[in-house]
């Protein structure tokens, strides 16, 4: 029986496939493997092994049967069938080891503070030194490089995995309806969009809204430290595994790394679910609620009052 290839699948599973392994993504779950395949297995026809087994069944057996005067049959009738040697080769050959995961480039020292007053200009600064950038593949399908948006002393920073559709478009960081959720989720501490900053992990779109390859985000991602430098936060909120990922310079599942405070480059970094995430399973809305606590707690904040 031949094997599918790849081009052959249904549209709507593979679309359907790309959901699930984004899904998968923000919950951190990114390290995925595939066993060695026996194709001689594979490409059996099971229809022609079931009629091949139930031919067996209706031949009669060979081996006599015991005799009336309580004499037994040969030992070696009696003995059951040896196991195939390629069944056992199978069952006990090792499993293909797991791909070594990639290294993270190290991120660059901090950088000395910079006067609040200044801190718009140095941002202007590390824009002119992205310039039009060519230094990965991302930049061939772009249209806008999303650099950042907020304000440049902000006490609270969000940092995405990189633009989608809208953002490129428009040039600013979550302005699609994960940014509206996002919008939601600053009023709800009690701050406004322009009392913050956001940013992403990579500045340009990835084809299709993948995830940044590991080149991709270790180029990009120096710029990001250098404006955290500058806008130096009190609190940064991790949105979702990659940015929890290039941010901590380790690849861990999401539940791992939230309801705790890490030490980031002078600021107490918390992660939660991406916005997109959340729109596709609503459930997780209370859990990003409670990590969005712990950040207003270290900011000193409370939640507005409902009027």
């Given at each position: 029986m031949a094997r599918?290839?790849?081009?052959?699948?249904?549209?709507?599973?593979?679309?359907?496939?790309?959901?699930?392994m984004r899904f998968y993504r923000e919950l951190g779950l990114t390290e995925f493997y595939r066993r060695a395949v026996d194709q001689a297995a594979h490409d059996q026809d099971p229809l022609e092994d079931a009629e091949s087994r139930a031919g067996d069944a209706q031949e009669p057996e060979k081996s006599s049967a015991p005799s009336l005067s309580g004499g037994s049959a040969s030992e070696a009738e009696n003995q059951p069938e040896p196991i195939a040697l390629s069944v056992q080769a199978n069952f006990f050959a090792e499993e293909p080891a797991i791909p070594a995961r990639k290294n993270f480039s190290a991120p660059p020292h901090v950088a000395p503070a910079v006067p609040l007053e200044?801190?718009?200009?140095?941002?202007?600064?590390?824009?002119?030194?992205?310039?039009?950038?060519?230094?990965?593949?991302?930049?061939?399908?772009?249209?806008?490089?999303?650099?950042?948006?907020?304000?440049?002393?902000?006490?609270?920073?969000?940092?995405?995995?990189?633009?989608?559709?809208?953002?490129?478009?428009?040039?600013?960081?979550?302005?699609?309806?994960?940014?509206?959720?996002?919008?939601?989720?600053?009023?709800?501490?009690?701050?406004?969009?322009?009392?913050?900053?956001?940013?992403?992990?990579?500045?340009c779109r990835p084809p299709n809204n993948r995830t940044p390859e590991p080149v991709e985000a270790n180029t990009c991602s120096p710029f990001l430290f250098r404006q955290i430098d500058v806008v130096h936060p009190e609190v940064i909120v991790a949105l979702g595994a990659t940015a929890a990922t290039y941010l901590l310079g380790q690849r861990q599942p999401l539940a791992g790394l939230r309801g705790r405070v890490h030490a980031f480059r002078g600021a107490k970094l918390i992660v939660t679910y991406h916005p997109a995430f959340l729109l596709r399973d609503p459930r997780q809305k209370k859990e990003a609620w409670a990590d969005l606590q712990i950040a207003m707690r270290e900011l000193g904040l409370k939640p507005p009052t409902r009027g």
């Open positions: 599918p290839t790849e081009d052959a699948a249904d549209p709507a599973l593979r679309s359907a496939l790309v959901e699930r200044d801190r718009a200009v140095a941002l202007r600064l590390i824009r002119e030194d992205i310039g039009d950038c060519t230094r990965c593949a991302l930049h061939k399908g772009r249209h806008t490089i999303v650099f950042a948006d907020g304000s440049p002393t902000a006490r609270l920073m969000f940092v995405g995995e990189g633009p989608g559709a809208d953002e490129d478009a428009q040039g600013l960081p979550f302005v699609g309806r994960a940014g509206q959720l996002l919008n939601n989720m600053i009023s709800a501490i009690g701050l406004k969009r322009e009392e913050v900053y956001i940013a992403n992990v990579v500045k």
